[in-house]
């Protein structure tokens, strides 16, 4: 067992109750104090802003492990929050949810990320969302590499209106002329 699941075991006996605060200090500083604990290289940054606005600090930076608290992973909650796990309104960061999401794993309003899971817009290498442009795109409207929607525009398109290399709906086609005239130089007439 590695001192990350170590740590992450003693909190969790912490929460239940089967260690009191004095014990899991004691077992928490032993296992900080072992041999060999001060050459692993741990960067960790933590740092808020002090003014809040609507219960939750204007911004938030949360990286790498913090192991006083017990944390493996920064987790920024935050208006502005930027993090290995980012909460706020904006969210940056390997998971990032926010209103607008931008990260490895991005969840929200408008997401961008490797991953991107958006309710209105969603770009990504994989994109899910109202509006959805990626190498896979799933969405209402979905434009990418492999694209499936109402309206998809892609290689290879699945939908009830789609423009592909084997198929070119015209109502599609004229969707997509008229709402996203950039793409009119891929479109065969």
């Known amino acids: ?9 003693l909190s969790k006996l912490h929460a239940d109750g089967v260690l009191s605060a ?14 060999g604990l001060s050459s692993v ?4 940054i933590r740092r808020q802003s002090s003014h809040t606005f609507c219960g939750l ?13 017990g944390e493996m992973r920064g987790h920024a909650r935050a208006i502005f929050a930027v993090g290995d796990m980012a909460t706020g309104w904006l969210a940056c960061g390997g998971l990032a949810r926010g209103i607008v ?11 961008f990320g490797g991953g991107a899971i958006g309710v209105l817009v969603a770009l990504g290498g994989l994109a899910i969302g109202g509006i ?10 979905a434009i990418g590499g492999g694209a499936c929607g109402y309206y ?20 599609a086609v004229s969707f997509f002329q008229h709402y996203f005239p950039w793409l009119k130089s891929l479109v065969h007439q």
């Open 41 to 44: 290289p741990f960067k960790s």
């Open 57 to 69: 600090p204007l911004w938030a930076i949360a990286i790498g492990p913090d192991l006083e608290r």
């Open 132 to 141: 959805a442009f990626g190498g896979g795109a799933i969405g209402a409207i």
């Open 101 to 111: 999401a931008v990260g490895g794993l991005a969840i929200g309003l408008v997401a």
């Open 22 to 35: 004095e014990e899991f200090a004691k077992a928490k500083s032993q296992l900080l104090s072992s041999p």
């Open 152 to 171: 998809a525009f892609g290689g290879a398109a699945v939908g009830v209106h789609t423009v592909s290399g084997l198929h070119q709906d015209p109502e």
């Open 1 to 9: 067992m590695n001192i990350a699941q170590e740590l992450e075991r």
